[in-house]
């Protein structure tokens, strides 16, 4: 079994290349933190995968579909210090967890 993370960014929010990064560490850590997988997985190389979406309404329905499938799941909300509003959502963290059942929510999306 192969495993791996995704992160899934909004594409609408046009984002400087730092805040994306940093927002992107965020949900990478954080749905790492929720996978029972992480152990095997940080010692496997760390997998993953940066993909887009088009808005918050394609981000949430990922997140819900990825909960509903009780992957490891992070929502990231920003606080607002510096490009957006306080609680704008920004990305969503898949994983690490098998690469089929990511791949069964995530694979129709385009990497970023």
């Known amino acids: 079994m192969e495993l791996k993370q995704v992160i899934v960014v909004r594409d609408d929010l046009r984002l400087s290349r730092g805040k994306l990064a940093s927002q992107v560490a965020h949900a990478a850590i954080s749905a790492a933190e ?5 152990d095997r997985w940080l010692n ?3 997998k993953k995968s ?9 981000l949430i329905q990922i997140y819900e579909r990825a909960k509903e499938s009780r992957l490891p799941t992070a929502l990231i909300r920003d606080q607002g210090r510096t490009e957006i509003p306080p609680g704008t959502i920004t990305c969503v963290g898949i994983g ?3 690469e089929d059942e990511i791949d069964k929510i995530t694979g129709n999306l385009k990497l970023l």
């Open 44 to 46: 496997e190389g760390q």
């Open 96 to 98: 690490p967890a098998p």
């Open 34 to 38: 929720e996978s029972k997988y992480k």
């Open 50 to 58: 940066i993909l887009k979406c088009k808005n918050l309404d394609e």
